[in-house]
Structure formats: C-alpha cells, structure tokens
C-alpha cells in the first residue's frame, strides 16, 4: 500500500474529526469516563483490525493516532479514520481537535554522532530515523538533534529528569562511566554538558500482589500484548476498576503492549507516601492481568519531564502554562504544570541567579517543538505572544517564540 503525505490525509473525504500531528493522522473524542473511552476503545480496535494505530485512553477522552511509531501512514488510514469517527458518533462522544499537540524535545548537538549515544542510554530509548530518538513504548516525546552553530558553552537554563527502574539506571551510569553528580547526586551530561537528572525508581511497597508494578513519579506498569484485541480487554478491565474506586488513570495501547500509569504523584498521600486505597486497586488490576494471560513487563516503564530555571518564575510558568494549554500544579511546595489530559510531558520551574547574567544570555541547547495542527497554528502563536513571549523566527508553518526569559519553544504546523 502506498503512503501518502499530509496534504493527502488532510484532503481526504469524511475526516473533519482528524488532523495530521507530529506525522500521525489524530483525533481526541471527549468522554465522560474511563469506562466510556474504554468501549470506544473496544469499537476503535474491531474497526482497526490490521491497521498501525494508537490509543491513549484518559478519564476525560481518548486520543487516537494512526501510522504506527514511524508516523508513516497509508491511503487505508483515511477509511480507518471514518469508521473510527462513525463508532464514537454511534456512543455520542464528540471530536475536539484543538485538543491535539505533541512535544518534541530538540537538541543543538556540536556532534550528533557523539551526542546521540548519550541519551539514548539514560533515555533507553530507540533509533527514530538517522536524526532522532523515541520511546519504545510511544509514551514520551521523540528527541531530534539538530546543528549547534555557534558553540554555546554555558550551562542550559533547561533540563532533563529521566526516572527508570533501579536496574536500568545502574546500567546507564556504567555505560556513560560518569559519576553523578549535582545538588542531588543525580545529574549526568552529554559531550556537550547537556544535563539529565537521572534517577532511580522503586517498586510499589513489598507485597506480591502490587510486585508488577513501580514508583517511578507516577505507578506505572507494562503488560505484553499479542495484538490490540488482547489490549482492549485490559482496558476495558482497568476501567472498570479505575472508575469504581475514583482513579483517573492512564492507559495506553500499542500492539504489542499496555502501559498504566497513575500520573505524576497521583498514587501518594499528603505526606508523600502510596495512599492504601491505590495499593488496593493495583493489586486488583494486577490480578485482572494475570487473569487475562498477560505477563508484565515492569522494566520498560519510566518517566520523563522537563525542569526550566527562571529568574522571574511566576511570569515565566505563567507563559508556558498559557501556551502549552497546561493547567498549574495547586500544591504549594511545588512549580509543576501538566497536560489537563495527561498526554504530555510535566513542566517544572528552578530559581535562576539573576546575576549569572552570560547564562541568561546564551541560547540554550536544548528547546521544545510543539506540533499543532495546521488550521490551530496561528492562534496558539498568538496566545504565545500575549503570554508574554515574542516571535523571534518565522518560516513556511515553523513559529519560534521565546518566553520572558529567552526560553525557546516552535510551533511547528502538520508538513512543516
């Protein structure tokens, strides 16, 4: 079957409810539980049969992407995409495609070939192509290099936190031969002193019925699945008990596995440690696996966000909650912003020296694109822009904009 390009999927009849993101055909279908995205998902998967699709199933909807990891996608695609939309209107869930946007994370590299090695260990990621990176379970941004010219020395003002199962950690720092280091013990750097905190997760308490499970930001697990058919039967189970006991969980399907996460601290108690009632319900959802022949595989599980140091951090966070759409973390102790539909990754804030004045002038090395679809590009700019950012580079469906401190992130349009 021959692949077509964006501007034949966007010209395709009957596809209102889709936009093409980051290469991959797209759709949000608000829901109004994680039971009622679950029998989307049931619908989704017997209409799909054949076809490379993911599913990211929310409390509040469900995300669909069609072209596999590579975002290649077919002219069988467009019909996918019909009857996907024809099901939810069948369940009377509605299309929002303004709710659609992916992050990528963008390194300036003196030296790809030096550079990349690095962070696909600490990442435990896999090749994406020749010039960039992605997460083999399709969960956290794809990182791309792109040339560093000139050379900016300086530390960033933006960073990487990576967390991932003890084991795999241990394993990163051997093979990068640095000793940790930082305010935390944590922090390793590429050629470039590109920095990564890179820290350790633990298992979820001691008991046998949570033991396929971990703590890494959020309680995360992997099953191994034989198809999406396998994969929706565990959704439709996680659901069921996910709604029952009050958890807004997230669920997402590829073909050859499900992950369930509770989101970033969502399993702990004031005082930080796992609530019972969470305890309860992994040990339930553990048992509904198993149930179903599913083995899991907890080492693949892990935990990306990015940290940005600000001098002024209430307008800097203020600018980059209204951009991005993302909604501010209420707990004071903490500078947090998040996807309201928990598909992107968390932002967080870190006190800048004002006097560190060469710092704050260089170009950092590491920014964001947020791709967006092509009929929403303008106005997500122009709310940038009355956030407080400013457009310092412009071309064919590509929008450079810089927050109040120099912070850099592209809005890049479908094809651009």
Do not use: C
């Amino acid at each position: 079957m021959a692949q077509v390009d964006t501007s034949g999927f966007r010209d395709a009849e009957g596809t209102p409810d889709w936009r093409v993101v980051d290469g991959h055909p797209s759709t949000w279908f608000e829901a109004p539980s994680l039971s009622a995205g679950a029998e989307l998902v049931a619908r989704i998967v017997s209409v799909a049969a054949g076809a490379a699709v993911a599913i990211d199933l929310r409390a509040g909807g469900v995300r669909v992407r069609l072209g596999g990891r590579s975002g290649a996608f077919t002219g069988e695609d467009a019909e996918v995409a019909r009857a996907v939309s024809a099901a939810a209107r069948d369940l009377a869930l509605v299309a929002d495609p303004a709710a659609l946007q992916a992050v990528r994370l963008v390194i300036d590299a003196s030296d790809r070939a030096t550079v990349l090695p690095f962070w696909r260990t600490v990442l435990g990621y896999g090749a994406d192509g020749e010039d960039a990176l992605a997460d083999p379970l399709g969960r956290w941004p794809v990182v791309s290099f792109a040339p560093q010219d000139p050379l900016r020395p300086l530390r960033n003002r933006m960073h990487v936190d990576v967390v991932r199962v003890a084991e795999s950690v241990t394993a990163a720092r051997e093979v990068t031969g640095q000793v940790p280091h930082g305010p935390f013990g944590l922090a390793l750097a590429d050629p470039d002193g590109n920095v990564v905190d890179l820290v350790p997760g633990g298992n979820l308490g001691d008991r046998p019925e949570t033991s396929d499970w971990r703590a890494i930001f959020g309680a995360m697990t992997h099953y191994r699945t034989d198809s999406l058919v396998q994969g929706s039967a565990l959704a439709t189970a996680v659901a069921t008990l996910a709604d029952e006991a009050g958890e807004p969980l997230l669920v997402d399907l590829q073909p050859d596995g499900v992950t369930i996460d509770s989101g970033k601290d969502q399993f702990e108690d004031a005082d930080g440690g796992t609530r019972a009632a969470f305890v309860e319900l992994a040990a339930a959802i553990q048992a509904a696996a198993r149930d179903l022949g599913l083995t899991a595989a907890p080492d693949q599980v892990g935990f990306v966000q990015y940290g940005i140091d600000a001098v002024d951090i209430p307008a800097t966070r203020a600018f980059w909650t209204a951009t991005l759409g993302y909604r501010p973390d209420p707990r004071a102790h903490l500078t947090d912003i998040y996807d309201p539909r928990r598909l992107n990754p968390v932002l967080f804030f870190q006190d800048l020296d004002p006097a560190d004045v060469e710092r704050r002038r260089q170009r950092d090395r590491l920014h964001l694109d947020v791709f967006v679809p092509r009929d929403l590009a303008e106005a997500r700019v122009e709310t940038a822009v009355t956030s407080g950012g400013r457009i310092v580079g412009e071309q064919d469906g590509r929008w450079t904009v810089a927050d109040p401190e120099g912070n850099e992130l592209t809005f890049r349009a479908d094809g651009a």
